[in-house]
């Protein structure tokens, strides 16, 4: 049986994640679905595929998800608050205050993208690469996944 798509809700503001590697490279979230914030990975004026970022029954591993027309990936994303690490398991940092997030595995799987037509196409773009295997920086209007209320 297939999944249906999750329907999604605009979001108020757009929740930025910055590549502190590459600043050029970004995740811009821009709607709310059922169980994540999706919106699309962009390098400059181009984007690259859909993103999508949650956590698992509002609880637990916090994932990420990348694709496009070709193939798809997905993983574990790891949120710090500055150096800290964030752990559901303790209080200190709250989700809320998290500021940067490491995205585990998505320069791998860009580096063995399968794209037919253009089969370096990500393991070409060192930029690209780079950004997916550092820090991003979460934007002041996203508070661990949540949006500030304007």
Same mark, same amino acid.
């Given at each position: 049986?297939?999944?249906?798509?999750?329907?999604?809700?605009?979001?108020?503001?757009?929740?930025?994640? %910055?590549?502190?590697?590459?600043?050029s490279?970004?995740i811009?979230?821009?709607?709310?679905?059922?169980?994540s914030?999706?919106?699309?990975?962009?390098? !400059?004026?181009?984007? #690259?595929? %859909? =993103?999508?970022?949650?956590?698992?029954?509002?609880?637990?591993s916090?994932?990420?998800?990348f694709?496009?027309?070709?193939?798809?990936?997905?993983?574990?994303?790891?949120? =710090?608050? !500055?150096?800290?690490?964030?752990?559901?398991?303790?209080?200190?940092?709250?989700?809320?205050?998290?500021?940067?997030? #490491?995205f585990?595995g998505?320069?791998?799987?860009?580096?063995?993208?399968?794209?037919?037509?253009?089969?370096?196409?990500?393991?070409?773009?060192?930029?690209?690469?780079?950004?997916?295997?550092? =820090?991003?920086?979460i934007?002041?209007?996203?508070? !661990?996944?949540?949006?500030?209320?304007?």
């Amino acid at each position: 049986m297939a999944a249906l798509p999750a329907r999604a809700v605009p979001l108020p503001l757009v929740c930025e994640l %910055t590549s502190e590697e590459v600043p050029s490279i970004k995740i811009l979230l821009t709607e709310r679905t059922a169980l994540s914030l999706k919106g699309e990975l962009v390098q !400059g004026r181009e984007t #690259l595929g %859909t =993103f999508l970022t949650g956590q698992s029954n509002g609880y637990g591993s916090v994932w990420w998800s990348f694709n496009d027309q070709h193939d798809n990936s997905d993983g574990t994303s790891v949120l =710090f608050k !500055g150096d800290q690490h964030w752990n559901p398991h303790r209080r200190i940092p709250r989700p809320s205050e998290t500021n940067r997030v #490491l995205f585990v595995g998505l320069a791998s799987d860009l580096w063995y993208w399968n794209n037919p037509y253009a089969p370096d196409h990500f393991r070409g773009n060192i930029d690209l690469l780079k950004a997916a295997a550092g =820090f991003w920086t979460i934007s002041d209007r996203c508070l !661990g996944g949540r949006i500030v209320r304007g």
